[in-house]
């Protein structure tokens, strides 16, 4: 299909996010755009402190932008000097929603599922009363519960249940985004898996946009359509999950062959230290970890560049471009 045949549901522009500390100003989040489009997931992927759960912050209307903008379906709800009221924000809640790492934050100890699960109805005024219960059945079906779970309280499932139960409040209100902010990595290995394909199975269903937040980047090749690489803050590369083994840029090498692989001998693991969220270069922000770099990289500004196909990386040392094909 063509992008006319599939509309932004998401848009970050030169998204920037400073935080004042003693010092000066800690930049959790440095320039990044990124598009999400109707029935598409993209992936962030990085190592912790890479700016992933900012990024969502800032998406979810939680903290707002330094500089750039944000925009959901078209309406801008986030620029400097401008922010969306908890008026404004409830409205558009309904087109938004998150699901977080841990589903136990996400509901009250003291709230049987029951109640939690009629919220949504209650307060969107989705449908009479006389049919909430029908449609929380059916809602509970697709996330492959049983309405056992109603008269439970939230200690009394298991992690695996618990998330599912959070997805399906989620998808009560028919968002246009889901927002997954690592939310399989508080759970065992073995249901990991099928709440990633319950989410799959979910997105192509109800034709959603997902902005998934993740470490993983063997586990959203499989999964994303396009995965987002991140590295203090900054975008290191983008592209097709399909293209993840010709990925460019040495930081998603690294992230690559850190994977696991039963028999593999020739791996590398990363070496030296980030530098200070004070202290950082002009140029890339990985030339201090990276194994191809020269001293050019600390101190000259990195350009996206592109590679064909909508895959873009910022690297002074990969220098050939492969021809867009048309």
């Not at 799959?200 to 090749?221: C, K, N, T, V, Y």
């Not at 998603?252 to 593999?264: E, M, N, P, S």
Request: glycine share 8%; net charge neutral; charged share 25%.
């Amino acid at each position: 299909m063509t992008e006319m045949e599939h509309p932004a549901v998401l848009e970050l522009e030169q998204v920037v996010k400073k935080y004042p500390v003693s010092g000066g100003e800690l930049t959790a989040v440095n320039g990044v755009s990124i598009t999400v489009r109707q029935g598409e997931t993209v992936a962030i992927v990085g190592e912790s402190g890479c700016g992933k759960s900012t990024l969502v912050r800032m998406t979810a209307g939680i903290e707002p932008v330094t500089e750039g903008r944000i925009r959901v379906l078209g309406k801008e709800v986030s620029s400097p000097g401008k922010q969306l009221s908890r008026q404004e924000w409830q409205k558009l809640r309904r087109e938004v929603q998150l699901v977080l790492q841990n589903p136990s934050g996400a509901v009250s100890p003291r709230m049987r599922i029951g109640r939690f699960m009629r919220e949504p109805f209650v307060n969107w005024h989705l449908c009479s009363r006389g049919e909430m219960d029908s449609k929380i059945e059916a809602l509970l079906e697709r996330v492959e519960l049983d309405t056992t779970v109603l008269g439970k309280f939230p200690h009394q499932l298991s992690g695996g249940e618990l998330q599912r139960v959070v997805i399906a409040r989620a998808l009560a209100v028919s968002p246009s985004l889901l927002i997954c902010d690592e939310p399989t990595s508080a759970l065992d290995v073995s249901v990991q898996a099928q709440v990633i394909d319950l989410l799959e199975r979910l997105r192509r269903e109800q034709g959603m946009a997902m902005l998934f937040i993740s470490h993983d980047l063997a586990l959203m090749g499989n999964f994303a359509d396009r995965i987002v690489v991140m590295y203090l803050g900054n975008i290191v590369e983008e592209l097709p999950a399909s293209q993840l083994r010709q990925a460019v840029h040495p930081y998603t090498k690294a992230l690559l062959d850190a994977v696991f692989q039963i028999g593999k001998k020739d791996f590398s693991v990363l070496d030296g230290d980030p530098p200070g969220p004070l202290q950082m270069p002009a140029g890339c922000p990985f030339y201090s970890r990276c194994p191809v770099s020269s001293s050019a990289c600390e101190r000259t500004p990195v350009p996206m560049r592109e590679y064909g196909n909508g895959h873009r990386a910022a690297c002074l040392k990969v220098k050939e471009s492969v021809p867009v094909s048309h």
